[in-house]
């Protein structure tokens, strides 16, 4: 026993504390993950939503610092049982999202690991498994610091994780995860090769026949049923075939499509605000200096967002800004940049450069 609870106690805190730095590096992507298990399609508790944030930033923070309380065996009791109650209650989500297909991914591991409804179920049952073990081993777990070091060492992972969260909350992600990082060409993240494998759908169709109700199962062409009455036909995803990085993204007008022709651009600062009401004003304050800048330098300015032309023309008005803003998905824009607003710095498509409109100073045209 003593063997195995050495294995578990490894094995599970160094699981937490990755897990937990990569959803800290990004408390922001984890909090919109957390928006839609509160949502009403998934947990139905959307009184929530507007504190994701927050329990965003505690949830990876007390996830951390149980990973290092399980290596330094500080407060053994306290932290097994934290443990326990964590695993039990993401078991519970994970299987609810899997089995009713709630949530696509759960975002256990931000965009680092996108792992299917199914996988993250399996992972948090063999984790389960593990901090059982941790559970009846107890008395096994000794620290492996003298009582004021262990007691050092806990509080420096707690005070160290809460600083990460803040910094990145203030900036950007140290890491960035998502197929909109610097370097990466938005077109080609879009493209989808011609020898790419389709999606592979089943259709199960229903008939009636002489007063008994008979399946049929297709690849999608009707069936042929002789002396049958079509009662239904339900479709399941096989396989969903290629999946570029980049599904969503468009730069529309109210007129047309604006994606390829602002993608071509040389030189294109792209100012991100999923929601122009719940913009800071201390960011949409320095964009007119900085845009206007950009544009003397022969950039391109457009700003992206998923607000209405009511908010966009008044944004615009009160801020004397001196471009225009464009019509793409919130989801989208929120990936793009963890920032309301953000800047981002395209060159034909490719990211150049990115920042949170706290560091909008220290970009360089």
């Known amino acids: 026993m003593k063997y195995l609870v050495a294995i578990s106690r490894l094995l599970v805190g160094v699981l937490f504390i990755i897990s937990g730095l990569i959803k800290l590096n990004d ?3 984890f909090s919109y993950k957390l928006q839609e298990y509160f949502s009403t399609d998934v947990l139905n508790i959307p009184f929530l939503e507007p504190y994701a944030l927050g329990i ?3 949830v990876v923070v007390f996830e951390v610092v149980l990973g290092v309380f399980l290596l330094i065996g500080y407060k053994p009791k306290f932290t097994v049982w934290s443990l326990l109650g964590m695993i039990v209650f993401f078991t519970f989500l994970t299987f609810y999202s899997a089995y009713f297909d709630k949530v696509k991914d759960c975002g256990c591991f931000g965009d680092a690991l996108k792992l299917t409804p199914w996988e993250s179920f399996t992972k948090d049952v063999v984790l389960l498994f593990f901090i059982l073990i941790l559970f009846f081993g107890l008395k096994h777990i000794k620290p492996i610091l003298a009582k004021m070091p262990n007691a050092i060492v806990a509080v420096l992972s707690l005070l160290l994780s809460l600083w990460f969260g803040y910094h990145v909350l203030m900036h950007l992600p140290t890491k960035d995860f998502r197929a909109y990082k610097i370097g990466d060409n938005l077109q080609k993240n879009m493209e989808i090769p011609a020898n790419a494998a389709k999606p592979i759908v089943q259709h199960t169709w ?3 026949i002489n007063g008994e109700e008979k399946e049929f199962i297709t690849n999608g062409s009707y069936p042929s049923v002789d002396n ?3 009662v239904g036909v ?4 096989i396989d969903p075939g290629f999946i570029p990085k980049i599904q969503d993204f468009s730069i529309e ?3 047309e499509d604006l994606t390829t022709y602002f993608l071509e651009k040389d ?3 792209i100012v991100a605000m999923y929601n122009i009401l719940n913009s800071e004003a201390d960011g949409l304050a320095k964009l007119k200096r900085f845009t206007d800048n950009a544009i003397d330098k022969g950039y391109t300015v457009i700003g992206l967002s998923a607000s209405g032309d009511v908010a966009k023309q008044q944004l615009k008005t009160d801020y004397n800004l001196s471009f225009d803003t464009y019509l793409c998905d919130e989801k989208v824009v929120k990936t793009i ?3 309301n607003p953000g800047i981002v710095i395209l060159e034909k498509g490719t990211v150049v450069n990115k920042a949170h409109w706290n560091d909008i100073e220290d970009i360089e045209l």
């Not at 339900?234 to 995803?237: A, I, N, Q, W």
């Open 27 to 29: 408390p922001l992507g």
């Open 56 to 58: 965003s930033v505690l």
């Open 206 to 208: 229903t008939f009636n």
């Open 228 to 230: 049958g009455e079509y």
């Open 234 to 237: 339900e479709t399941k995803e």
């Open 253 to 255: 007008s109210n007129d």
């Open 267 to 269: 030189r294109l600062v």
């Open 337 to 339: 940049v963890r920032a």
